[in-house]
């Protein structure tokens, strides 16, 4: 007996460290640690956002930190935009206007004006 397969599409596989080095700056020096303290903050992200949405934001300029995303603005700005990722916009109404004429027709008076008075 084989596993059955699923019909979901399987998403690309992402990869952590080039999705570091595009959100973060890259030390000179002490790679390892670095390395290591950001991955963390990857994972603590991860169980918030999937990592298809991490690997689509983008920032103006990279970061110092992904601990900055923890902050205050950093939870404000990554809840809008993942709002905005998981954004489907409603289905478009189709009005369908019909021939046949129904209801009676409304008259419309004209209010008299000064000059139509005098």
């Not at 599409?9 to 973060?24: A, G, H, R």
């Not at 290591?36 to 990857?42: D, G, I, N, S, Y």
């Not at 994972?43 to 990592?51: D, F, G, I, S």
């Not at 934001?57 to 950093?74: N, R, T, V």
Request: glycine share 2%; charged share 40%.
């Amino acid at each position: 007996m084989g596993r059955k397969k699923s019909s979901k599409p399987k998403s690309p596989k992402i990869n952590k460290q080039k999705l570091l080095e595009k959100l973060i700056e890259k030390p000179s020096q002490k790679v390892r640690e670095w390395a290591m303290k950001e991955f963390t903050l990857l994972k603590r992200l991860e169980e918030k956002y999937n990592l298809e949405f991490l690997n689509q934001i983008k920032f103006p300029q990279k970061l110092k930190s992904l601990a900055i995303l923890f902050s205050d603005w950093g939870e404000k700005e990554l809840a809008q935009k993942y709002r905005a990722f998981l954004y489907v916009p409603p289905p478009e109404e189709k009005i369908e206007l019909s021939q046949e004429k129904f209801g009676e027709d409304v008259v419309v008076e004209k209010k008299l004006s000064l000059r139509d008075w005098l």
